[in-house]
């Protein structure tokens, strides 16, 4: 069954450092999404993307963030100068049509000290 | 603008019991509802869906009632197992695509 993959599992930053985090959605989804979850807390959306470029972006997704689509299979989310409070765990979705089911990869844990 | 509230944080059950989880939402004009399931460290994987035309969906082991009028989300599963444990979100599509999550339930099944 295709799935949604996302590399690394687990960065560590220093704050202030730039990090990319690191997508593969379904190949034939064409809908792509960020969501943060900080420990203990709910989902929140960051970022939609779609025809290369993006539809819709949370008031979390500021200057600092920006995602890209490099090729015809990757999805990167890059934060620019880490903070402290960047540190959560970042999932990537996609999906055929914005109306359908949003499926989750595993997630990138993010800590940045 | 729009919010998913879940009744409890935390529910216990016994195994073979079964569970039931509940979401409200605020606005009335929501059309699509997914509830996903999240065990520790992993992303939310997806259990059922229902649109609003419909009021209740099934399938294996779980169903997910949709009232309307009172906008009232819940998730049944039956025979509950040791497996079910995790946090279980109800979400809801807005009209950009994006989701909205509850906080999430824990539901722990004790053996």
């Known amino acids: 069954e295709p799935e949604v993959t996302q590399t690394p599992s687990h960065q560590v930053t220093q704050m202030g450092q730039e990090v990319i985090l690191r997508c593969v959605p379904i190949?034939?989804?064409?809908?792509f999404y960020w969501y943060r979850q900080i420990l203990g807390q709910k989902v929140e959306f960051l970022v939609s993307f779609y025809n290369n470029e993006i539809s819709e972006k949370s008031e979390i997704f500021d200057d600092q963030f920006s995602v890209e689509r490099p090729d015809g299979s990757n999805f990167t989310l890059k934060i620019r100068s880490t903070k402290l409070e960047d540190s959560a765990m970042y999932f990537c979705a996609s999906t055929t049509a914005y109306t359908d089911t949003q499926y989750f990869g595993p997630g990138t844990r993010l800590t940045v000290l | 603008g729009e919010s998913v509230g879940l009744h409890l944080p935390t529910l216990s059950v016994q195994e073979g019991d079964n569970s039931i989880i509940n979401c409200a939402y605020s606005?009335?004009?929501?059309?699509?509802f997914i509830w996903y399931k999240q065990e520790s460290g992993k992303g939310p994987q997806f259990i059922i869906d229902?649109?609003?035309?419909?009021d209740k969906r099934q399938g294996q082991r779980v169903t997910v009632l949709l009232n309307k009028t009172v906008k009232h989300l819940s998730l049944q599963i039956a025979a509950t197992q040791p497996g079910d444990s995790a946090v279980y979100f109800c979400a809801l599509y807005n009209q950009g695509g994006k989701l909205i999550f509850g906080q999430g339930t824990e539901l722990s099944v004790k053996p």
């Open positions: 229902i649109r609003s035309n419909m």
């Open positions: 606005n009335s004009a929501s059309d699509y």
């Open positions: 190949s034939n989804h064409l809908y």
